[in-house]
């Protein structure tokens, strides 16, 4: 598998935030292709507005994340190139369900197609 150091990523409030140089050494070790993005979800909020500390079951799954990297794009069948609608550092909104979960060391990271992607968040 790949792995990357362990002192690469950060732990700040409740979440664990990717860093940008834990995000640069995904980008290296794996560059998607074609239509394929790769994308690391927010941390699921695990405590309420008013304090109270939620159980990791009650969590619900963050359906927003930020672009790590993006493939070159795709060609159709009559031969015109299509790039992907994301850049990298774009947030975006994803479907509850799908992605490829891949782990890079400590960190995980989901590879979409640019057309499973719902949108971006601005």
Do not use: W
């Amino acid at each position: 598998g790949v792995t990357t150091d362990s002192h690469l990523y950060t732990r700040r409030n409740q979440g664990v935030h990717t860093s940008t140089t834990t995000m640069a050494a995904a980008i290296r070790r794996l560059k998607p292709l074609f239509d394929r993005v790769l994308v690391s979800k927010a941390a699921a909020e695990t405590t309420t507005a008013g304090g109270i500390i939620l159980p990791e079951k009650a969590t619900k799954a963050s359906n927003e994340a930020t672009v790590v990297a993006v493939g070159p794009g795709l060609r159709t069948q009559d031969g015109t190139f299509v790039s992907c609608a994301v850049q990298e550092g774009d947030k975006v909104m994803l479907p509850e369900f799908g992605g490829q979960k891949i782990e890079l060391g400590d960190e995980e990271f989901f590879l979409y197609r640019d057309s499973d992607i719902l949108g971006k968040l601005e």
